[in-house]
């Protein structure tokens, strides 16, 4: 029977013990058990016979004794552990292996972590890089690693970005909980990408918005699709430069169906968030999340009469309850415990959320339908997302501001608002509530337009 103390004894014996035992043991459990207990092993360890499992059939077993040899610094293990590395039929194996050639930190190593660079492997690839940080200051390692920022590899290229091309520091010296005072609870009227020439880099914390239509309601217009999407890539280029380091752009659309132009026509579908998407990753925002917004059948359209009609099948068309919110984060090396503290603990403590959050990606919402706007935001969808991504006193911001749902309750949760609406008519709609302080109350609301803005700003 293995026990720890019994291996502990065996260590203490000395190296011919530790052999002899090895040598009788049989079963393979027993040999894991063995292997996955040895715990530290001292410097002078003779750890010859764990190369002896370098070769055997469990892979369970080859991993621990490549694992057991990266706790020695022999020099002696190193060509072995560089073998499997290159040729173990498991990548954990072979992944393991690189790490514990790094693990060991002798210089030696790095003409076998060089060899490992050129690994197909990604993962390989980047624990060799690690292995070859420990001697970031040698010229040599640097000349190496250096050019891997052409990697095809995405994951490689950012642990070399990080480590040799990141600036560490963001662009805006304002402290990035802060916010500038002519941005907080305004309204401008007018042309989004007009506006956002007067922001300055870094100045929001939160972009959650809802695209016009494309061609869908009188408000939206665009030559063709593709136009929509260069209006859109060129709106989300500017949200991104506005945008604070690590922080996210939420924003929510759906595929939209054009109507048949005549009964020789078939209505066509556009897949917007799907065709959003790679721009939104060109552009240096990086994919979070897809939460879907579930509406009740009763409340969208019936697309179903004809088939309910006939049954015949590829006539089939499901009724549209979902709508996507895709959560994106403006991309950066820095971790978002980073974002966190830079939050002082009373502002942490008062923006956690409560019990009873959302714990699904599918959040079930009754849509809002309004006299004046066509297709606002249900409040509940943007207390969620406002809650669940920014701080209390950040500036919450919305390119598309319509009848303003997320301005109202940005404020409503003590953060502030920055939004931009082009139709005068659901400008003035705004300025009406905010009259009636049903809407933006307490601290005034701003209401510019771009001339009245940019003095705001120079101010
Ligand atoms: C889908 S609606 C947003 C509704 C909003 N989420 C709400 O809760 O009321 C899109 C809005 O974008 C506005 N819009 C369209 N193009 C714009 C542009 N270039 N700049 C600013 N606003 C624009 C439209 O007038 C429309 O009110």
């Keep these: 029977m293995i026990s720890k103390e019994y291996i502990k004894e065996l260590k203490s014996k000395g190296n011919g013990a530790i052999l002899h035992f090895v040598n009788d043991i049989r079963e393979n459990n027993k040999i894991l058990y ?7 092993l001292p410097k002078d360890f003779d750890g010859r016979w764990l190369l002896n499992f370098l070769h055997n059939k469990s892979s369970l077993i080859r991993f621990w004794a490549v694992k ?15 073998e499997v590395a290159k040729k173990d039929p498991d990548t954990t194996v072979r992944r393991e292996a690189v790490s514990s050639l790094g693990r060991m930190r002798n210089p030696k190593s790095k003409k076998y972590l060089y060899e490992l660079l050129q690994d197909e492997d990604p993962k390989v690839v980047c624990q060799a890089i690690r292995g070859l940080l420990v001697f970031r200051e040698d010229k040599n ?38 916010s500038h005072d002519y941005l907080k609870n305004v309204i401008v009227n007018g042309d989004v990408r007009e506006i956002l020439k007067n922001v300055p880099d870094e100045s929001v914390h939160l972009t959650f918005t809802s695209p016009p239509y494309y061609n869908a309601r009188d408000y939206s ?6 136009d929509y999407l260069l209006f859109l890539d060129e709106v989300f280029k500017e949200v991104h430069r506005i945008t604070k380091e690590g922080r996210f752009f939420i924003l929510n659309t759906s595929p939209i169906i054009i109507p048949r132009v005549s009964r020789a026509h078939s209505s066509k579908r556009y897949p917007i968030p799907f065709d959003i998407h790679p721009f939104l990753i060109e ?21 179903n009469a004809g088939f309910l009609q006939h049954r015949k099948p ?13 959560v994106y984060r403006k991309k950066t090396e820095k971790l978002l415990d980073w974002n966190i503290r830079q939050y002082d603990s009373a502002t942490v403590k008062e923006s956690k959320v409560a019990d009873g959050y959302e714990t699904t990606n599918v959040w079930k919402i009754d849509p809002t339908f309004d006299k004046i706007h066509s297709a606002v935001f249900p409040v509940e969808l943007c207390k969620r997302v ?63 337009t771009l001339e009245q803005f940019i003095q705001s700003k120079n101010r």
Aim: charged share 30%.
């Design 221 to 226: 217009i665009y030559p063709s699709y593709r």
């Design 386 to 448: 406002i809650k669940y991504y920014s701080y209390k006193d950040d500036l919450i911001f919305d390119p598309f501001a319509g009848s303003g749902t997320v301005g109202k309750t940005a404020k409503s949760l003590h953060r502030y608002f920055f939004l931009t609406e082009k139709d005068e008519k659901y400008f003035n709609y705004m300025k009406q509530k905010a009259h009636h302080k049903s809407l933006f109350k307490e601290k005034e609301t701003s209401f510019f």
């Design 141 to 178: 390692v640097q000349d190496i690693l250096k050019p891997l920022i052409e990697h095809p590899n995405e994951m490689v290229k950012s642990v070399i970005y990080k480590e040799f091309f990141s600036e560490g520091k963001s662009k805006n010296e304002q402290p990035h909980p802060d």
């Design 68 to 82: 057991n040899i990266g706790k020695l610094s022999d020099e002696t293990y190193l060509s072995a552990l560089c």
């Design 314 to 326: 590829l006539g089939y068309k499901p009724n549209a309850v979902t709508e996507y919110i895709m």
């Design 283 to 303: 552009m240096g925002w990086e994919f979070i999340d897809d939460i879907i917004w579930l509406k009740p059948e009763a409340s969208v359209k019936n697309r």
């Design 34 to 40: 063995f292997l996955e207990n040895l715990g530290y």
